[in-house]
Structure formats: structure tokens, C-alpha cells
């Protein structure tokens, strides 16, 4: 699946830089929308779990071979956990203690990242905590963070990108028990429903193709919902909220609905945002998410859509999905809907972060970070226990990138000085980064020092990180050194 695609990308990015520009508002990466929405939205099941004797609560999950049918009559070989493709959905309340044994039934090695998590490094699930075929890892934290969407997905070293797109995705839920009752729909499956959003390229045989990528990574044609293209759901409340994950490797979206409705957007990456945002777009780069509470009245059909995004000042965007327009999902609403109750003013009060005492600058190039790629062996960032830092990160390419950190959720202070957008209010741990602009991010690292277990940052385009756009931090008790272990190298 990964046959060329260096040459591919030398290749399309040697284009972008001779400026095509008389391809004008063509796109070279349109999607192939189908002409109805008939196959009904499947919702991830809820993963069975059980609670031991020490009152941890204990999910599994294996990740297995399987076939999928994107397209009538083709069976295409995919990954997915507990089943041929994606994944059941994680859910546990704030102050549990959890685990999850993870066994591996595929032909590689492979790693399961707690896409959003607070939680020690030596559980992360990164490129240091591989499980092998025919094993079985067991990683066990504390939930200790705002009720939010979080995500699971593959992390191993050089191989994320094709992990992902294979098949391996899927929602880790979180509650919170002692927050206030905001008026949200929250009835999973029917009026709280979980919406991954990804997009694919079959070859001539029907098997997934990675190859022939430009400088993001493959921009497939064909897109769907939780696995499925062409979907529909059934809405039997007046209000429906969509947990959207861009679940996909290189494609940003723009989320809307095809008749411009007004959606509120109540929550981002790490939890609800201060108060609902109304709002046309939801913009969501890859491993971003979104909470949006639409209303919809009796007997309509609306089709939930991607319009163009905003991608800064890219060079040109019409070969990085920024003139293409599809439909994603069809919203059939039932004839008869249960009444909702009114989305509260105020969601939430975010704590005040203390005054930052480290600051870090981090440039994002090519396929580096501050002039350096990705290595296993080596410590980028030492951060202090209880430490907290502003981080000012920024694109120096004219092609997109995206900022993802593990274990904490991040606020991002301003954009070249000025205040974000409402959307970007709330706790975040993956930001879209407009080129040439400066995105300062504040963050607290409040516990889990550990000396010889890093966490990464990265661009959260999969083939950047797989190719280097990546480094590592470790946190420490105050005074104290990183030591982290040599890594084996394969």
C-alpha cells in the first residue's frame, strides 16, 4: 500500500512549488459523493466492560483482520478492533480507574494511543509502548479529566499513517457526574451520536491505496461515516448531537449543513466550550473534534456537508482539498420528534491557568521541528512536574500542518497576538496551524513525572509524523534529569 509514495510526494510537491496556478478553482482531489444516502449510520457499540474487586473498570479490545464493503460488491481488506473495521466505544466517568488489554491478532506489530488522555506516559500508548503480534499490553490510569470526545487510535513508529487508514479508530468517551445538567442531548445512539468522518482511495482491485499522495498525504474520493458511505440518520428528537472526529489521515473538512442552518457548536477537542457557539462551519483538521447540537423539524431531510476549508495561505489549496464541496451524512428527521430541552447559555468555567513560567518555541518544516526529525533516543523538552509552559509554535511551510501534544489539553492563547475564534476557546490538544502564523499555547503539566518514558508532539497529518514531523518530552519532578530507556531499534 505504501509502494512509491516518497517518489509521489517528491513528485507532487515539486508541482506545488512550480505554482500551478492555472489550475485555478479545479480540484485534484474531489470526492465521489453517491447519488442517495441509503445505508442506515451504524453507531459503535458501547464496549462491554467490567469492574474487579478493586473497582477498576476493564475494557478489551483486539485488533484483528477483516474485509469491509465501501462499495457494492467489493470486499476490501481492512483493520479494526473487535470487529473488520473502527472500533466499539470506550466509555468511563471521571475518578475511575480503568485498564484496557489490548491484544494484537494482526501480522505487525502495532500501539494503541488514548487520543485526548491525561494519563501516565508508560500508558500512552505511543511509539514506546509497541505490542507485538500475539500479544496483549494492559495499560491502567486514573480519568482524572472534564467530561469530553476523546478517541483511540494506532501510534507505532513510521507505520500511524497506514494503521489509521486501514481501520483502527474509535470514541473513548468520557462523563462527569458532578457537572451540571447543561440541557444536551444524551442518549447514546439516538440523540447523542458518535460521527468518525473518513476518507479513502480504492485501487483497480478494491484493495485501500495509499499511493500517489501530494505533500499531505492521500486525499481519497471516497468518504464516510463511521465506515459507512452514503449514510443516513434517523432523528427522532428536535435536537441531535453529533460527536464529529476527523478520523482521517490528510483531509481537513468543514463541516455545515447543505441549507446553511445555524448549529451550535457546544464543545471542542478537550470538553464543552464556555457557552454555545452558533455557527455555520465547524472546521475540524485531522485528529480534531467537535460536539455540534443541531435542531431539526418533522418529516425534512438535510444533508450534512463539507464545504471548502480555510487553509490559510496555503500554496495551492486546490491540491489540498481547499475548493472541494461533498455531502458526508443525511439527517432524516421522523415524523413525529420527542421535544428536547433548550442547550443551556453557559456550558462550563474553565479554570484560569497560572502565569506560564517556561516558554517554548517550536517551527514546523518540512518534515522537522526546530531543524531537527523525529528520534526515538532522544529528549526534545524536559518539563518540570507542576510546571506551566507556553509553547508559540508555528508553520513555516505554505502547506498545512496541525500541532497535536499528548497528556495535556492545551488553550491556545492567541494567534499573531490576537485573540482565537470562539470555536478555539476551550480546551484543545490538536490545533490547525495556518502558515505563517504564530499560535501561542499554554498548558499546564500538572503530574505523572516519569524520567524514562517520553510523550510525543507532533503534526497530526499521519505521513508528516510518519516521515519526522515529530519530537518528544518527558516530565520530571522539579530539579530532577530525563534518563529515559534506549529504544531497540527494529
Not at 485526548?116 to 490510569?141: I, K, S
Not at 470538553?271 to 418529516?299: H, I, K, M, Y
Not at 481547499?322 to 421522523?334: I, K, Y
Amino acid at each position: 500500500m505504501r509502494a512509491s509514495r516518497a517518489a509521489a510526494a517528491v513528485a507532487a510537491a515539486a508541482l506545488v512549488v512550480a505554482g500551478l496556478s492555472a489550475c485555478g478553482g479545479v480540484s485534484v482531489s474531489p470526492v465521489d459523493v453517491p447519488e442517495t444516502f441509503d445505508a442506515p449510520l451504524p453507531v459503535p457499540p458501547l464496549a462491554p466492560s467490567h469492574v474487579g474487586a478493586d473497582g477498576t473498570r476493564t475494557f478489551r479490545l483486539t485488533a484483528q483482520e477483516g474485509t469491509t464493503r465501501f462499495v457494492p460488491g467489493v470486499d476490501t481488506p481492512t483493520w479494526g478492533f473487535d470487529g473488520d473495521l473502527l472500533g466499539p466505544t470506550l466509555r468511563a466517568s471521571r475518578g475511575e480507574q480503568v485498564a484496557v488489554e489490548v491484544r494484537n491478532t494482526l501480522p505487525e506489530a502495532t500501539s494503541v494511543h488514548w487520543h485526548g488522555m491525561h494519563l501516565p506516559a508508560a500508558m500512552d500508548g505511543g511509539p514506546h509502548q509497541p505490542v507485538e503480534p500475539g500479544a496483549t499490553w494492559r495499560p491502567t490510569w486514573r480519568i482524572d479529566q472534564p467530561a469530553a470526545t476523546l478517541w483511540y487510535h494506532p501510534h507505532p513508529h513510521g507505520r500511524t499513517e497506514e494503521h489509521v487508514y486501514r481501520g483502527l479508530a474509535g470514541f473513548f468517551l468520557l462523563d462527569d457526574p458532578a457537572a451540571a445538567d447543561v440541557g444536551l442531548p444524551d442518549e447514546y445512539g439516538v440523540d447523542d451520536v458518535p460521527v468518525v468522518v473518513q476518507d479513502r482511495k480504492l485501487d483497480a482491485d478494491g484493495d485501500l491505496d495509499l499511493s500517489g499522495g501530494g505533500e499531505l498525504g492521500v486525499l481519497g474520493s471516497l468518504v464516510t461515516a463511521n465506515g459507512v458511505r452514503g449514510a443516513y440518520l434517523e432523528a427522532t428528537t428536535q435536537r441531535v448531537r453529533l460527536r464529529l472526529l476527523n478520523g482521517s489521515t490528510a483531509r481537513t473538512y468543514a463541516f455545515g449543513f447543505a441549507d446553511d442552518r445555524e448549529v451550535l457548536q457546544v464543545a471542542s477537542d478537550g470538553g464543552l466550550l464556555p457557552e454555545p457557539v452558533p455557527t455555520t462551519r465547524v472546521q475540524l483538521s485531522p485528529g480534531e473534534r467537535a460536539e455540534v447540537v443541531v435542531t431539526v423539524a418533522q418529516g425534512e431531510r438535510v444533508r450534512l456537508r463539507s464545504y471548502p476549508p480555510d487553509l490559510g495561505r496555503v500554496v495551492a489549496g486546490y491540491a489540498m482539498g481547499a475548493n472541494d464541496t461533498f455531502d458526508v451524512l443525511e439527517l432524516r428527521a421522523a415524523q413525529d420528534l420527542a421535544p428536547s430541552p433548550p442547550v443551556a447559555a453557559t456550558l462550563t468555567t474553565l479554570e484560569p491557568l497560572p502565569e506560564a513560567t517556561v516558554t517554548r518555541t517550536f517551527d514546523l518544516q518540512g518534515r522537522q521541528i526546530n531543524g531537527r526529525r523525529m528520534d526515538m533516543d532522544r529528549v526534545d523538552a524536559t518539563v518540570e512536574k507542576g510546571a506551566t509552559e507556553l509553547w508559540e509554535v508555528r508553520n513555516l511551510d505554505l502547506f498545512p500542518h496541525n500541532f497535536h501534544v499528548h497528556d495535556v489539553q492545551f488553550r491556545v492563547l492567541d494567534i499573531d497576538g490576537e485573540a482565537p475564534p470562539p470555536a478555539l476557546a476551550g480546551a484543545k490538544d490538536t490545533v490547525y496551524l495556518e502558515p505563517r502564523r504564530t499560535y501561542r499555547l499554554v498548558m499546564r503539566f500538572e503530574d505523572h513525572a516519569d524520567p524514562t518514558t517520553p510523550y510525543m508532539f507532533h503534526c497530526h497529518l499521519l505521513l508528516h509524523e510518519d516521515e519526522g514531523l515529530m519530537g518528544q518530552l518527558v516530565v520530571v519532578e522539579p530539579g530532577g534529569t530525563a534518563s529515559p530507556a534506549p529504544h531497540h531499534h527494529p
